[in-house]
């Protein structure tokens, strides 16, 4: 028993000037409706990517849950650099739901 979680997850080939990530949540399929749910410091560099994971817990059980990711740079320039990835928060599981971001390229 416990809040329905669902675990987030992305990977980069490398992070030019990139200084965090944004990911916003919402249970609507459009960006605009979306809130923050986290912003996670960039560890990777210019030349070696990261791979990163973040838990989203006390989900509704049975929901639809949209996810979008944004890349901010040193600048302060913020992009979206994801489509939206959903999953359904699971009932009761011993197997973890992931939603994975393929990511989509910007060049600068």
Same mark, same amino acid.
């Given at each position: 028993?416990? +809040?329905? &979680? =669902?675990? !987030?997850?992305?990977?980069?080939?490398?992070?030019?000037?990139?200084?965090?990530?944004?990911? *916003?949540? %919402?249970?609507?399929?459009?960006?605009?409706? +979306?809130? &923050? =749910?986290? !912003?996670?410091?960039?560890?990777?560099?210019?030349?070696?990517?990261?791979?990163?994971?973040? *838990?989203? %817990?006390?989900?509704?059980?049975?929901?639809?849950?949209?996810?979008?990711?944004?890349?901010?740079?040193?600048?302060?320039?913020?992009?979206?650099?994801?489509?939206?990835?959903?999953?359904?928060?699971?009932?009761?599981?011993?197997?973890?739901?992931?939603?994975?971001?393929?990511?989509?390229?910007?060049?600068?």
């Amino acid at each position: 028993p416990g +809040a329905a &979680q =669902i675990t !987030v997850t992305w990977g980069t080939e490398t992070e030019l000037n990139v200084v965090a990530f944004r990911v *916003v949540r %919402s249970t609507q399929p459009l960006v605009q409706t +979306a809130t &923050q =749910i986290i !912003v996670m410091p960039a560890v990777g560099s210019g030349v070696g990517g990261a791979e990163y994971e973040f *838990v989203d %817990s006390s989900l509704v059980a049975g929901q639809r849950y949209y996810y979008w990711l944004y890349e901010i740079t040193a600048s302060g320039d913020i992009y979206l650099i994801s489509q939206a990835v959903t999953a359904v928060a699971p009932a009761q599981s011993t197997l973890p739901i992931r939603a994975y971001f393929p990511l989509a390229f910007r060049s600068n």
